[in-house]
């Protein structure tokens, strides 16, 4: 028998021809198209506010929470060993160290904090950049942020309000009153009904008020409850009046939990960082929030919110995978040359840098039409309009580009490791939740029929940047001849319009605020020769110049 001699060297496991390893990045200095939008859209203390945080996202140990929160995903425990109901939902430590972070700077409160001063800008590029830390988080995070307007509907509610302005995060089960900071969640949809709500079931009895404001007793179920573990619940219910909403917290008056039970969690596609949770109330307490019979538009502040939130998830996410692009191609060779070198991958990766940065102008640009809108009704009406566009073109973008991100890092970028995949799995979601593709197209229609003030600001914007492209005025045109036709034709075409409608905005953005090279060929792309893939650029495209913006 041969003794076996143990080799000092693994001959076999060399690894060679592969990017270093990831760096400590700056997402706020390292982010030159960020810095650059919000020079010329918002007030100079925003970037001042961003820049710690930028700082601090790109430390390993945070991107590190980030894949540690979606490794070990929420376990509900509906009962104690006892037998009785507990409704609560367990995540693992990074996931809280997340959301300590964000709320522990106030990104949740910052839009009602500086309101109409650059508070929404602030708020929408700082979950530009927290969702390059982990999508998921930033749903509570977002929530929480777009109940502040429904919130001021509800009689005698300082205290919610003062509390949704905390910065000391507290996930722990308690009654609302005691603690500083509160979260809240939003539960709408039905299995019946889904996007149409106004089919809910779920029915609300009046009952004697303990206290200020009218209390009633719901009863029902609701198929989807993001962020279950929340203070209290944005929701919705028939009354003898109709559809009414209402706020659901935790606890009741007299600090007994609310009998809100969790039936059971999503087993999602995308992130599981996030619980996703159907409920049923159970003769839950829940206090009126506006007119009864005026649920919709009672609610509809907070969605408005929380659309443009959702257009701007998508814009974080393609800016963290172009990056993870980019070092990867630039630290691996092929053919004897480095990837980013090869004039294939420079296209692909040109590309997806000018979709990022068309999403991200567009984002911002309906946040300072927040902050202006009560001043200025032409900033009013683009507020109405943008939120809509953004969440419907933005997300019709992302699988798409997250898969060919992925598809640049060849089988490394399939596999759970890189933050690519994770990423894939999440493209859908935002296109998903607060309307899915086809409700914000009659959205958007309801819109150009209800508030026709917010097409003539959107054409004052295109018109603005006329005479710089010629297959930007062509579209301009277009656009123009579509919207004169009838309510039938219209409805037909509503995607289209909405996907015109976007690319021509983002167009018109790129013309008056990004370098030429940026804008020239988006309008060549996109608005010309469009292609459904891609990295179909011109021959003699501004490669150089373009993916110059992707160093610090």
């Not at 001699?5 to 997402?27: F, G, I, K, S, W």
């Not at 990104?107 to 950049?129: C, F, K, N, S, T």
């Not at 009633?216 to 989807?224: A, Q, S």
């Amino acid at each position: 028998m041969t003794d076996y001699a143990p080799r000092t060297e693994l001959t076999t496991h060399c690894v060679e021809n592969q990017p270093a390893a990831d760096p400590e990045r700056d997402l706020w200095k390292d982010d030159r198209p960020l810095r650059e939008t919000l020079s010329q859209f918002a007030p100079a203390w925003v970037g001042e506010r961003l820049a710690p945080l930028g700082r601090r996202l790109g430390e390993p140990h945070i991107q590190r929470w980030g894949e540690q929160a979606n490794r070990f995903p929420p376990q509900l425990h509906a009962f104690d060993r006892h037998g009785r109901r507990l409704d609560e939902v367990d995540y693992h430590p990074a996931y809280h160290a997340l959301m300590a972070l964000a709320i522990g700077d106030g990104w949740h409160a910052v839009a009602w904090e500086r309101e109409h001063d650059g508070g929404h800008q602030a708020h929408v590029a700082a979950l530009y950049l927290l969702t390059q830390a982990e999508p998921g988080f930033c749903c509570p995070i977002t929530m929480t942020h777009a109940a502040m307007p429904v919130l001021r509907q509800l009689p005698e509610s300082e205290g919610w309000q003062h509390r949704l302005l905390g910065r000391d995060y507290d996930p722990a089960a308690i009654p609302a009153e005691r603690k500083s900071t509160n979260t809240f969640g939003m539960a709408m949809t039905e299995k019946q009904g889904g996007s149409d709500v106004r089919r809910n079931t779920t029915r609300a009895r009046p009952v004697t008020s303990p206290g200020t404001g009218e209390w009633y007793r719901l009863d029902g179920h609701k198929w989807f409850c993001s962020a279950p573990m929340s203070d209290a619940f944005l929701t919705l219910a028939q009354t003898d009046d109709g559809l009414s909403c209402f706020l659901a917290p935790r606890f009741t008056p007299d600090d007994r939990r609310n009998a809100i039970e969790i039936q059971r969690l999503k087993d999602k596609c995308g992130n599981r960082a996030n619980a996703s949770a159907e409920i049923e109330y159970a003769g839950a307490w829940a206090q009126l929030v506006g007119e009864p019979g005026r649920g919709v538009p009672a609610i509809l502040e907070m969605v408005q919110q929380t659309r443009l939130d959702a257009a701007t998830a998508p814009a974080g996410m393609m800016r963290q995978a172009v990056n993870e692009v980019w070092h990867h191609v630039k630290g691996r060779r092929v053919f004897d040359r480095r990837l980013a070198d090869q004039p294939l991958m420079q296209r692909v990766v040109a590309d997806l840098e000018i979709e990022t940065e068309a999403s991200l102008m567009l984002a911002m640009r309906g946040a300072r039409a927040m902050d202006r809108s009560r001043s200025d009704e032409h900033e009013a009406a683009l507020a109405r309009l943008l939120p809509a566009l953004g969440k419907f073109w933005h997300n019709k973008r992302g699988p798409a580009f997250m898969a060919e991100a992925m598809e640049c890092l060849g089988g490394i970028g399939y596999v759970e490791e890189t933050p690519l995949a994770r990423l894939y799995r999440e493209a859908p979601v935002n296109s998903i939740w607060e309307g899915s593709g086809n409700v914000i197209c009659l959205d958007v229609l309801r819109i150009m029929e209800r508030h026709p003030a917010s097409i003539a600001a959107l054409r004052q914007e295109l018109g603005l940047a006329r005479g710089h492209h010629a297959a930007f005025d062509a579209a301009i045109d277009s656009l123009d001849e579509r919207l004169a036709a009838g309510p039938e034709q219209l409805q037909a075409e509503a995607r289209w319009l909405a996907q015109c409608m976007a690319q021509t905005l983002q167009a018109a953005l790129l013309i008056r605020h990004a370098p030429h090279a940026i804008a020239d060929t988006f309008c060549a792309t996109r608005l010309a020769n469009a292609s459904p893939i891609f990295g179909v650029l011109p021959a003699d495209a501004p490669l150089a110049a373009i993916l110059e913006r992707l160093e610090a």
